[in-house]
């Protein structure tokens, strides 16, 4: 079975680091682009970016560059979401989902179960 | 950035009616490959998205048949023949055609 199993929920304060992941089965991990969603509190889905795990290849929406960085460890099947200085409005559920087929164009055709991330002083 | 703008944001159906769910697009998005990489995906309560579209046309296996889209350009319809308990949720369009790929605000669907 395909699927992918992210980190568990995480409850941080302002300014902490945080890493979440997303682990890939059932499948060839490194010949799938994987992309992040975020989803805030009773709002909608917002594309964040994406890595292709083959190469490394990692693109940001504009909304999203230079406020999380998208990583994945190949030999693991896992990919990571990660940021250096939480904020409050970081809040949100988080997806990780694998994009059907070899480019950015597809779209998302598995989802993770999603990470939740409170931050809060 | 190209803007999807979904349409009703909220729609309340009575079980066993159709159901339609408009989205339109900023700019065309035929690619100069010839595909029109427009996606639907349903979002029921407490759940992960789940893609029931692509590609304007395209039914995901699993899918209801009841379930249909259409469109072309810059215009995009997804219809439910009719409307069962478990179809309730959030709906979303979703371009993957121009740099970078984007989400409609979400329809949601709810029984009257």
């Known amino acids: 079975e395909v699927q992918l199993v992210q980190s568990g929920a995480e409850v941080k304060e302002p300014g902490e680091s945080l890493k979440i992941s997303c682990k890939g089965s059932?499948?060839?991990?490194?010949?799938?682009?994987i992309g992040w969603v975020r989803q805030m509190p009773g709002k909608g889905l917002e594309w964040m970016g994406i890595?292709?795990?083959?190469?490394?290849?990692?693109r940001y929406s504009p909304s999203f560059q230079g406020q999380v960085t998208i990583s994945a460890d190949k030999s693991i099947n896992t990919a990571y979401l990660q940021w250096s200085s939480l904020k409050a409005s970081d809040s949100a559920m988080y997806y990780c989902?694998?994009?059907?087929?070899?480019?950015?164009?597809?779209?998302?055709?598995?989802w993770g179960q999603g990470t939740l991330v409170t931050v809060s002083s | 950035d190209v803007v999807m703008a979904q349409s009703p944001l909220s729609l309340p159906v009575t079980l066993g009616q159709p159901a339609s769910i408009s989205c339109r697009s900023s700019?065309?998005?035929?690619?100069?490959?010839?595909?029109?990489?427009l996606n639907w995906f349903q979002q029921r309560p407490g759940q992960s998205p789940r893609r029931l579209i692509y590609k304007v046309s395209n039914r995901d296996s699993g899918v209801p048949d009841r379930f249909s889209g259409s469109g072309s350009g810059t215009d995009f319809t997804l219809k439910i023949s009719r409307v069962e308990a478990e179809d309730v949720g959030v709906y979303y369009c979703m371009q993957g055609t121009h740099w970078p790929p984007a989400f409609g605000q979400g329809t949601k669907v709810e029984i009257k």
């Open positions: 700019q065309s998005l035929v690619h100069s490959d010839g595909n029109t990489y």
């Open positions: 890595i292709y795990p083959g190469d490394s290849d990692t």
């Open positions: 059932g499948y060839s991990f490194t010949s799938y682009w």
């Open positions: 989902a694998r994009q059907d087929g070899s480019d950015w164009h597809d779209a998302f055709d598995i």
